[in-house]
T-cell receptor, first 111, second 113 residues
């Protein structure tokens, strides 16, 4: 089992560009999450999903959109990237409410 | 407002000693609390979960306590080793029954040989 995988691992964008981060899990988990991690701020929840076809806002959703068309995939989109979105992005999954399994992260720089 | 606080300063200890990390919270009533380990450049890895009705949980050299009156959890690593050097994150459920976790900023532990 690969667990939770994230694509890409690194990305550099110019302000105003768009991109999509892909998260995939092979554990048949119901719940999936997108976090960002900034120095001194800890992990902050952007959006989450409690099942296929459902999404909800987390603590810092502005500037991001998500989709969960298939149970195993959770996509995070940036429509118009801003330098404030420079961060490390982590995806996680869990089976109902409980411990979360994290992906390796995507390091995004917006110039 | 809701807050989770972990020691922001790094904890430096000698190999073989017990490391104790603290997680304090305010304005939460979590059903459970979790501890994760994060190595540089990697995602967090789950270590232990303790429920509100449990006072203590152990796993090998790890021990977690949970005091809902003090609103505090202590995370202990006994007989610490240089390989235990990492950042440790505590996380609480936000009582919404959606699996959402609220994370502390983490404490970096450095174990010196």
């Amino acid at each position: 089992n690969a667990g939770v995988t994230q694509t890409p691992k690194f990305r550099v964008l110019k302000t105003g560009q768009s991109m999509t981060l892909l998260c995939a899990q092979d554990m048949n988990h119901e719940y999936m999450y997108w976090y960002r991690q900034d120095p001194g701020m800890g992990l902050r929840l952007i959006h989450y999903s409690v099942g296929e076809g459902t999404t909800a806002k987390g603590e810092v959703p502005d500037g991001y959109n998500v989709s969960r068309l298939k149970k195993q995939n959770f996509l995070l989109g940036l429509e118009s990237a801003a330098p404030s979105q420079t961060s490390v992005y982590f995806c996680a999954s869990s089976q109902l409410a409980g411990l979360q399994f994290f992906g390796p992260g995507t390091r995004l720089t917006v110039l | 407002s809701q807050k989770i606080e972990q020691n922001s300063e790094a904890l430096n200890i000698q190999e073989g000693k017990t490391a104790t990390l603290t997680c304090n919270y305010t304005n939460y009533s979590p059903a459970y609390l979790q501890w994760y380990r994060q190595d540089p450049g990697r995602g967090p890895v789950f270590l232990l979960l303790i429920r509100e009705n449990e006072k203590e949980k152990r796993k090998e050299r790890l021990k977690v306590t949970f005091d809902t009156t003090l609103k505090q959890s202590l995370f202990h690593i006994t007989a610490s080793q240089p390989a235990d050097s990492a950042t440790y994150l505590c996380a609480l459920d936000d009582s919404s029954n959606t699996g959402k976790l609220i994370f502390g900023q983490g404490t970096t532990l450095q174990v010196k040989p």
